[in-house]
Structures are given as C-alpha cells and as structure tokens.
Nanobody
C-alpha cells in the first residue's frame, strides 16, 4: 500500500522560507506526476506546483518566482522550496503522486499525503 508522508511545515514570518518534503513508502512501479496542492480555510484545494516524469514543471501564478519544486523519482520523493512567503500562502499543503503501483497495474492512481500546515504570520 502506497503512503505519502509530508514534513517541513510550520510557522514562519512574512518574507521567510520553508522547505516541504514528501516521501512515498510502499510499492510504486512508476510515477507520472508529483505535485503539491494547498487548501486554505474556506477555500477549495488548489494546485501549487507539479513536476512530470518528462521533466516539465508547472506553477500556480501566485507562487511563480517564489516556489521551486524538485523531485527524485529514484527516492520517490518531492520537495517544495518556498521563499518570500506571504500571509496568503497560509494553508494546509498536500503532496500528490499520480503513479502505477505495479507493472501489472492497468492504470495510474492518485495518492495523497495527510497534509502539513504552513502558517505565515508576524
């Protein structure tokens, strides 16, 4: 069974930095997409950044130039470096993988972490 475990959240002042990490445990044959989403109170979950197996990345407009996603398919891990944090970045951040658990899998599945709280406040 695949599980994603996130770490690195916390409280930071505006302008500060945090680095989120996510590692998968369990059987994974291949990973197509790794990414980060976030959900602020009273709002829908939104895409923050994704990285594909082909090497492309995509960011929400609100984080471009401030956040950087990096991944390691061999280690089944993905990181999110967050710089110049703003109060509006406050949210629960979720790690996401789209992956095939085994060679025999007929399709890919979506896997989610439990979420890690990021609070940006003075």
């Amino acid at each position: 069974q695949v599980q994603l475990v996130e770490s690195g959240g916390g409280l930071v002042q505006p302008g500060g930095s945090l680095r989120l990490s996510c590692a998968a445990s369990g059987s994974i044959f291949s990973i197509d997409v790794m990414g980060w989403y976030r959900q602020a109170p009273g709002k829908q979950r939104e895409l923050v950044a994704i990285a594909t197996s082909g090497g492309s990345t995509n960011y929400a407009d609100s984080v471009k130039g401030r956040f950087t996603i990096s991944k390691d398919n061999t280690k089944k891990s993905v990181n999110l470096q967050m710089n110049s944090l703003k109060p509006e970045d406050t949210a629960v951040y979720y790690c996401h993988f789209r992956a095939r658990p085994s060679l025999l899998s007929l399709r890919e599945y979506d896997y989610w972490g439990q979420g890690t709280q990021v609070t940006v406040s003075s």
